[in-house]
């Protein structure tokens, strides 16, 4: 597969607008939307949204420093294949980021705003660390895509969980019918040509097949960890991006199977609008989601996004330890450094 370095330099979607993000790289590694997470060695690594895919490491989860982007800077081009498949797409965001077969696979979303012709795509890399000389990301291609009027999901938001077997299988799902999963073939990151079945995992209504964007009902971005004997599905409710008009909550439900069924606390399943609240809004604090989860050993900690009411409603990275309740059910802490 050919070397995309310095290919995929894309601006942020319309609707990043809203929360103060600009055309121009941001120097502050704080301001981040929709942040994934990982630790190579001693070296805690985030991905997010943010004038392509943004980058920043950290030795103790407070103190960040910027690094390249993934994909270089504006102006970029992106990947033959995307734009032939997608056309019109010009952004690039909601990273994932995932350690499988002896490499690094980040996943990312490709699509038009307010439309579910879209596709995730997935480049793999041997280090996260831009100082060693193995440091190259190379294009795998499309993973999956959704076409309107074909698909009943949109191909955005991905995350890839391990199962017990060191299985890996890729989430993904905004709006539309809700979030879908494939098993992926651990050899390449694409889904399995053995197992074709899409999985559905969550949606808001039982019967409500299609919906679009800022519609009441949403439901987005998954990130799914496993813990003791159960999965937990962590999933984004509400609206999204829209700086202090945001109402974006995290919510979770949790399945014996990583393919489901999820349920939440009091036995509602994920598919039918059920979800338990992890974090809410509060104060300065508006819109938490697009959450991924960070597990060393014993200890959890939920990595988000919030809108900034005290600072025109940017996006930033928050960070809270997670504890848990004994009966098993999540609980997100107060974060580790102070909004800034």
């Known amino acids: 597969m050919k070397s995309i370095v310095g290919l995929l330099g894309l601006g942020l979607a319309v609707a990043f607008a809203a929360t103060g993000a600009t055309a121009q790289r941001q120097p502050d590694p704080t301001r981040a939307h929709d942040p994934a997470i990982i630790k190579q060695g001693d070296t805690y690594y985030v991905f997010a949204t943010a004038n392509g895919i943004s980058m920043r490491r950290s030795q103790d989860l407070v103190n960040w420093e910027m690094l390249p982007p993934v994909f270089g800077e504006l102006p970029g081009m992106l990947p033959t294949w995307a734009a032939e498949e997608v056309p019109g797409v010009r952004n690039i965001w909601a990273p994932d980021i995932s350690h499988f077969n002896g490499k690094y696979h980040l996943y990312y979303s490709l699509s038009t705003f307010g439309s579910n012709r879209s596709a995730i ?31 009943t999901h949109n191909a955005i938001d991905p995350n890839v969980v391990l199962d017990e077997q060191g299985q890996p299988w890729l989430s993904w799902g905004s709006f539309w019918g809700g979030v879908k999963m494939r098993k992926l073939d651990p050899s390449t990151g694409l889904v399995s040509q053995e197992d074709t079945t899409l999985y559905s995992l969550a949606a808001r209504t039982s019967t409500e097949a299609v919906q679009g964007p800022n519609r009441p009902r949403s439901v987005e971005a998954p990130f799914i960890i496993r813990r003791g004997e159960y999965y937990y599905q962590f ?3 509400d609206r ?33 609008g059920g979800g338990t609240l992890v974090l809410a809004g509060v104060g300065r604090i508006r819109g938490p989601g697009h959450n991924s989860v960070l597990i060393e050993g014993d200890r959890h900690y939920l990595v988000h996004h919030y809108y900034d ?32």
């Open 235 to 237: 999933l984004s409710f």
């Open 240 to 272: 999204c991006c829209s700086g202090v008009r945001s109402t974006y909550n995290i919510r979770v439900g949790r399945s014996e199977e990583v393919t489901g069924p999820y349920v939440d606390a009091i036995g509602v399943r994920m598919t039918r």
């Open 121 to 151: 795509g997935l480049a793999t890399n041997q280090t996260l660390d831009p100082a060693d000389p193995e440091y190259r990301w190379d294009d795998q291609g499309k993973v999956v895509e959704s076409f309107p009027g074909v698909s």
């Open 309 to 340: 009411a005290e600072d025109n409603g940017r996006s930033k990275l928050q960070i809270r330890p997670l504890t848990w309740t004994e009966d098993g059910w999540p609980v997100a802490e107060e974060p580790l450094a102070p909004s800034r």
